[in-house]
């Protein structure tokens, strides 16, 4: 399997994130690069860096006010008094019709959704070439290979068109399936982290182009809290175009592999010829932000699953964070497609 990897990802070196009242050592450390690389390497992966597509396949998804904010911010933020040494919001505006102003405070509030992506003087390079990794890849299946992994850190499946948040900035997943979708492709994506990919499905969420579906912790009593249930299906033309199949917390493998062969049969349904996974590894029962309990094995099998659609597929990275097992979870997860 063809893959993709661009060390300026490790730039991008968050220190805090605030969960539950309380300043916390951020999960998203650029250690989970190295760790995830060889996992991939593991299951025969070949690497490669990214070319650079510019911005224009990054501004089919993300407005060009967020993408100006993305990369002026942190300087503008080191100019005010007392400012702390990452960008993390303290207001934010009720809607996003509300006024979109001048000050750096007020516009980290409106572009940033949470206090879980912090943004310091790396973090747009970063970003950027995470961003790169997944167009290069999703560039690999235009040019007829059946599969492609990009190893894009920072994730990107909760950043909106002009808002970050969960730790990510630009979405990886949704600037691929879309750089794909506009080459003659018919797109399905499929999240199987464990959060449900908000951003992503916010972005697609009134069209009929892409076919977005999201397998996760069930969102009532998990992050990201305010998307993620079974009734949001799609507005105006993307009505019945997005599919939430939430799934109890703890939930194991037997079960997860049934709610996904649903998934699945939907996506034949919709006719895709590429699948874009959206794969976190959070689900892992040993994640540190446990929300499933998929154990190694059980990654195998999802892999395998996949594979019977028998379609093209791209696999971006997203979740999964430090622990033992993270990379023997990508080798089974990836041996499990590469054996069917």
């Known amino acids: 399997?063809?893959?993709?990897?661009?060390?300026?990802?490790?730039?991008?070196?968050?220190?805090?994130?605030?969960?539950?009242?309380?300043?916390?050592?951020?999960?998203?450390?650029?250690?989970?690069?190295?760790?995830?690389?060889?996992?991939?390497?593991?299951?025969?992966?070949?690497?490669?860096?990214?070319?650079?597509?510019?911005?224009?396949?990054?501004?089919?998804?993300?407005?060009?006010?967020?993408?100006?904010?993305?990369?002026?911010?942190?300087?503008?933020?080191?100019?005010?008094?007392?400012?702390?040494?990452?960008?993390?919001?303290?207001?934010?505006?009720?809607?996003?019709?509300?006024?979109?102003?001048?000050?750096?405070?007020?516009?980290?509030?409106?572009?940033?959704?949470?206090?879980?992506?912090?943004?310091?003087?790396?973090?747009?390079?970063?970003?950027?070439?995470?961003?790169?990794?997944?167009?290069?890849?999703?560039?690999?299946?235009?040019?007829?290979?059946?599969?492609?992994?990009?190893?894009?850190?920072?994730?990107?499946?909760?950043?909106?068109?002009?808002?970050?948040?969960?730790?990510?900035?630009?979405?990886?997943?949704?600037?691929?399936?879309?750089y794909l979708s506009l080459h003659g492709k018919r797109v399905a994506i499929l999240d199987i982290d464990v959060h449900h990919g908000n951003g992503t499905q916010g972005i697609f969420y009134e069209t009929n182009e892409i076919f977005t579906v999201s397998l996760h912790a069930d969102t009532e009593r998990f992050y990201p809290f305010f998307w993620g249930q079974s009734q949001e299906r799609g507005l105006g033309f993307g009505n019945g175009y997005n599919l939430n199949i939430p799934l109890n917390r703890g939930t194991k493998d037997d079960e997860y592999l049934a709610a996904l062969q649903n998934a699945l049969n939907a996506i034949l349904t919709f006719g895709a010829d590429v699948v874009v996974v959206a794969l976190g590894l959070d689900a892992y029962e040993n994640d540190p932000l446990k929300g499933l309990a998929i154990t190694t094995i059980g990654f195998g099998r999802i892999g395998s699953a996949i594979a019977g659609l028998n379609t093209?597929?791209?696999?971006?990275?997203?979740?999964?964070?430090?622990?033992?097992e993270l990379g023997d979870n990508l080798t089974s997860f990836l041996n499990g497609y590469q054996t069917i």
């Not at 973090?123 to 894009?152: F, H, M, P, R, V």
């Not at 093209?312 to 033992?324: C, K, M, P, R, W």
Request: net charge neutral; proline share 7%.
């Open 1 to 178: 399997m063809k893959a993709i990897v661009d060390h300026r990802q490790a730039y991008h070196n968050p220190q805090y994130f605030m969960a539950t009242g309380k300043v916390l050592p951020n999960p998203e450390q650029p250690r989970r690069i190295k760790v995830l690389e060889d996992g991939a390497i593991a299951a025969g992966a070949n690497f490669e860096p990214p070319k650079d597509f510019g911005m224009g396949p990054i501004a089919t998804i993300h407005s060009p006010q967020y993408l100006t904010f993305l990369q002026n911010i942190y300087n503008r933020w080191n100019r005010l008094h007392g400012s702390g040494e990452e960008v993390i919001p303290n207001v934010h505006p009720a809607s996003r019709s509300d006024s979109y102003p001048k000050s750096a405070v007020g516009q980290a509030g409106y572009h940033q959704a949470d206090t879980a992506c912090p943004i310091n003087g790396d973090t747009w390079i970063s970003a950027y070439w995470s961003a790169q990794t997944a167009i290069t890849a999703a560039d690999l299946i235009i040019k007829g290979n059946a599969c492609a992994y990009a190893l894009s850190r920072p994730p990107g499946h909760h950043a909106f068109a002009d808002l970050a948040g969960g730790f990510c900035f630009l979405n990886n997943t949704a600037i691929a399936a879309k």
């Open 312 to 324: 093209s597929t791209l696999f971006v990275q997203e979740g999964g964070y430090l622990s033992d």
